[in-house]
């Protein structure tokens, strides 16, 4: 089985997001812990972060997969946006350490014509630097882990291939310490992989043992379902509704089914309000369900 839900407002606080996401059908989700855009995050008061903790454990719930802000840029050309964006980053993780063993995924970031090699050192550094902070700062080891999403590798966009995001992983090991390694992960996300060239549509199989030979499934910790509006290798970045898009349900299916992907956070980020979501949660749960009869 997998885990399946899909983004939830934190506005209401935390625990309100459990309780959202079960109404939906969920049984995980994600949050941005502040605004999309940047800025600052609210405090929030430590009897909700327990409730929160104790409802997903009632519910059984799976690892949810808290989002870094789009205006995160750990590698940009202007150094007061990297700082900005380290320190976006090192106060998210800071906060989390109270949410332990869930998953923080983040867009590695865009190089901004300093290319490829530089950006990808550049998000390297910041990993290495934030999480010895967070962990130096907190007293404690790192509590979640770190994923690094897949990306279509539109413009400057680093992680737009499976080698790019090996070599952060390896960058970063070579300045933190091997030990970093398994505070490190990747989120898989569907439409991204199918807009940078990836063919999960007809060659699900060969994607995956590709995955696995560059980088290792055991780092794949999570996945982002979604539709693309765009034909393979566009580049573009549009997201679609499941079974609306050029990926087409039939191999949506199989990703949610696929038996090198079970047991892991899935994460709807389809246009849809929450009626939506709730119709596309049950969609996939009637895959799971009529797969045994297969």
């Given at each position: ?17 459990g309780?959202?996401?079960l ?29 929160l ?23 940009a ?17 800071l906060r ?5 063993g ?37 007293g ?49 996300d ?26 290792g ?25 499941l ?9 949506l ?13 899935f ?10 979501y ?17």
């Amino acid at each position: 089985m997998i885990f399946i839900g899909n983004h939830i407002s934190v506005s209401k606080g935390y625990h309100a997001m459990g309780r959202h996401e079960l109404a939906l059908g969920g049984n995980t989700f994600a949050f941005f812990p502040r605004n999309p855009r940047g800025g600052k995050s609210k405090a929030v008061p430590d009897e909700d972060i327990t409730a929160l903790r104790s409802f997903l454990a009632d519910n059984s719930f799976g690892k949810m997969v808290v989002h870094g802000a789009y205006a995160m840029n750990v590698c940009a050309s202007k150094g007061n946006i990297r700082a900005n964006s380290r320190e976006m980053l090192r106060d998210d993780l800071l906060r989390l350490q109270k949410l332990p063993g869930n998953y923080y995924n983040f867009h590695p970031g865009c190089h901004v014509g300093q290319g490829a090699e530089t950006g990808v050192c550049l998000i390297a550094e910041a990993l290495a630097a934030v999480i010895d902070k967070v962990e130096s700062e907190s007293g404690k080891p790192l509590q979640n882990r770190i994923l690094l999403e897949t990306m279509t590798g539109k413009g400057s966009e680093i992680g737009g291939s499976f080698e790019e995001i090996k070599e952060i992983i390896e960058r970063t090991a070579a300045l933190f310490g091997e030990s970093v390694r398994t505070k490190l992960g990747v989120c898989l996300d569907t439409c991204h992989v199918w807009d940078a060239g990836y063919d999960i549509q007809n060659d699900a199989d060969g994607v995956l043992r590709k995955f696995d030979s560059i980088i290792g499934l055991d780092d794949l910790c999570a996945v982002h379902l979604n539709d693309s509006k765009n034909e393979r290798g566009s580049r573009k970045d549009r997201h679609e509704k499941l079974g609306q898009g050029f990926i087409g349900a039939e191999a949506l299916k199989n990703i949610v089914l696929h038996p090198l992907l079970q047991n892991r956070p899935f994460i709807l980020e389809t246009p849809n309000d929450d009626d939506g979501y709730k119709s596309e949660i049950q969609t996939v749960k009637e895959w799971m369900f009529n797969s045994k009869y297969e």
